[in-house]
């Protein structure tokens, strides 16, 4: 894979080039990285952070949940935090406050919360996807989302500077933040709720019922793929009005248990998923005037790209 841009500083043991991707997404659709990095702490990311060329694309991959990435792979370097970066400690004072580094799995830290007794992280049990992505996607079920439980987050800029920006500051929205343009998310403190773990269990028991009931587990997807609009019916009702329920092309399909859900039947490729929201998106549009925006984020061969270029 021909690359025009300087090869990162060396990384003994954690640089690994030409990796496939697809396995490390939940749409398990995707070509290979031009290089992978993996860490084994914080010292060992700002390391490689400040070292890196900043001509060099770089892409931070979580759990790689709302993320399509492109049949031809990434010519930069992806970094993975989730093996090294991954600890969610307890704060002395008070101990209600967990520290979550951005690497750690958000259905690991729901069912660390409920073996502490502390309440409020039940709804991300049934979310893929790391803490880092959580906070940059404002991600929430259930009626509940990131920013009801984010102290602050700390973030490292390009020039390797660290910082600490609240929801407020990170303007967290529905589905969304304003995290600046090239940087990187590095832990989260979150504010949680003394509460009898046999409660949190069930409530996180009843949540996952209702996921089975109503998503296509089981089948590869990247959960919701548009957001829901505002003042108007919730995107899989729009879907399903415009006829679209169970709707494919090649081997991407809108599921016909959530229309909101589409899901790979084995061989997708990213042109067939791209191909299939854009038709969604458009067919909505025509049908009822509004415009559907996707929750989902597209990895060119570059960088980020809008997922649907709109006309």
């Known amino acids: ?66 993320l399509l990435i492109n049949d031809e792979g990434f010519g930069g370097v992806v970094l993975d935090l989730t093996s090294g970066l991954n600890r969610i400690q307890v704060e002395e004072s008070p101990a209600s406050v967990l520290s979550v580094q951005a690497g750690a799995l958000t259905r690991t830290l729901a069912h660390t919360a409920r073996r502490l007794g502390l309440g409020g992280a039940e709804f991300l049990a049934g979310i893929p996807g790391s803490i880092g992505g959580a906070v940059v996607m404002n991600a929430g079920a259930h009626g509940r989302e990131m920013k009801d439980i984010l102290i602050d987050a700390q973030l490292l800029d390009p020039q390797g500077r660290q910082h600490s920006l609240t929801p407020d500051a990170l303007a967290m929205s529905y589905r969304q933040s304003r995290i600046p343009p090239g940087w990187l998310v ?70 016909s248990k959530h229309c909101n859900f589409f899901v790979n039947m084995g061989q997708a490729t990213a042109t067939d998923m791209r191909q299939l929201v854009g038709k969604v998106r458009d067919a909505v549009f025509d049908h009822s005037g509004i415009r559907l925006e996707s929750e989902v984020e597209y990895l060119g061969r570059l960088g980020l790209e809008p997922m649907v270029r709109y006309c």
């Open 1 to 66: 894979m021909e690359c025009p841009f300087p090869p990162p500083p060396p990384l003994p043991g954690s640089l690994a080039e030409g990796v496939p991707l697809a396995s490390r997404t939940t749409w398990r659709i995707g070509g290979r990285a031009r290089w992978l990095a993996t860490f084994k702490d914080v010292v060992d990311l700002l390391w490689f952070w400040t070292r890196l060329d900043p001509l060099t694309p770089r892409f931070v991959l979580g759990g790689g949940s709302n």
């Open 186 to 255: 590095l832990s989260a403190r979150l504010r949680l709720t003394p509460e009898d773990p046999e409660r949190i269990r069930q409530t996180m028991q009843r949540y996952n019922r209702h996921r089975l009931a109503a998503q296509p587990v089981g089948q590869p997807s990247a959960g919701s793929t548009f957001k829901n609009p505002v003042a108007a019916p919730p995107a899989w009702q729009l879907i399903e009005a415009a006829g679209l329920r169970d709707a494919s092309i090649g081997q991407a399909r809108v599921s």
